[in-house]
């Protein structure tokens, strides 16, 4: 039997180490998880907003799954395609529910998930967007939780205030939130945080935390690395003892997934889809999205109380083997994509 096949439309940021996103990560294990299933992946990489060429390219009757951040750049080259194939969007985001969204944008995702014969989104939440803000019907969106690999347990260090924040430096993600929260903290002895993460998608947010961190006299403790990838962003999770997730918009955190999978607990923003990536594990602490007062006290809390850090370290490491594989987020996918018609 011939294997099935799927062309697979994203960003050509995909591979780039210096962006490193939680879409473009997806996206990479999608293919592989569906190589893996025994599906011929035709993987192509387009500029977000010229994805015209490529999806005409595309046979009559083809299978074609399309990242959302290219969909909603390219909604005509989606209608297009839709018209003569069958159109599957991965949605990693719904731009409609960030605060600071370009208009074009939010309408263009509004015509490529109409066009579209089937969606795929990260989290229950994600899908509950579009169904609440009439961007598809519900039965035409399938839920792929991403995955989380099976990793050791970090080692951490032994005063458990090693800090550590993964993520673009971009106003969605929060860092901002996190360096004023940290700012009350400052008398508190011995953390750091690492805030990793690309500088290049917002140079202007990330100068302005860093002149936050500056100005807040925490040169020294708040470290801004960059994007880190492979060793380096293993290495700051072997040494991590608790991540920080203060985003505003989420509809997942991958990140918070690889970090329960290696026993580290998380404090993390109430919003979007990250409730979801925390289940069923309880090494969590939520506080209100933007609140630096409600994030300082939560970080105080764990600084403070070494029976606090042991107890979410013990459920942290006791749920390890809970989380979602790729395997099965790539069956998802591969389920969502055999249902189209």
């Known amino acids: 039997m011939s294997a099935r096949v799927v062309w697979f439309v994203v960003p050509d940021t995909v591979d780039d180490p210096t962006q490193v996103s939680g879409g473009n990560v997806c996206d990479l ?24 060429r490529a999806l005409a390219t595309v046979p009559p009757g083809a299978l074609v799954l399309v990242d959302g951040l290219v ?8 209608e297009a395609a839709a018209r003569c194939a069958r159109v599957v969007v991965l949605a990693h985001m719904v731009s409609a529910a960030f605060a600071d969204a370009d208009l074009d944008i939010v309408e263009g995702e509004r015509r490529a998930f109409r066009a579209a014969h089937a969606i795929v ?11 609440r803000r009439a961007l598809a019907d519900p039965d035409r969106i399938v839920v792929a939780t991403p995955g989380a690999d099976v990793a050791a347990p970090a080692i951490g260090t032994a005063d458990g205030v090693a800090l550590l924040c993964v993520g673009v430096v971009a106003a969605h993600k929060g860092q901002d939130v996190l360096v004023e929260a940290l700012a009350g903290l400052r008398r508190e002895p011995a953390w750091t945080c690492t805030i990793a993460g690309s500088l290049e998608t917002d140079p202007a947010y990330a100068g302005r935390v860093e002149e936050l961190a500056r100005v807040a006299g925490l040169d020294g403790r708040v470290r801004m690395p960059g994007a880190l990838v492979d060793e380096g962003l293993e290495g700051a999770y072997r040494d991590a003892d608790l991540l920080v997730a203060p985003s505003l918009v989420e509809s997942y955190g991958m990140v918070i997934a690889d970090a329960l999978g290696r026993g580290i607990p998380v404090i993390a923003s109430d919003v979007g889809g990250i409730p979801e990536a925390v289940a069923p594990s309880r090494a969590a602490v939520l506080v209100p999205p933007g609140d630096p007062g409600a994030l300082r006290d939560a970080l105080g809390r764990w600084m403070r109380d070494a029976a606090l850090r042991e107890r979410l370290r013990c459920e942290a490491r006791r749920g390890r083997g809970a989380r979602t594989s790729w395997t099965e987020t790539a069956t998802r996918v591969a389920e969502a994509l055999e249902g189209v018609r």
């Open 121 to 131: 989104t990260t989290s229950a939440w994600t899908r509950d967007e579009l169904v």
């Open 71 to 78: 969909a909603g750049r390219s909604p005509g080259a989606v």
């Open 29 to 52: 294990r999608v293919r592989d998880g569906l190589e893996a299933l025994g599906w011929d992946v035709r993987f192509t990489t387009v500029e977000p907003d010229a994805a015209v």
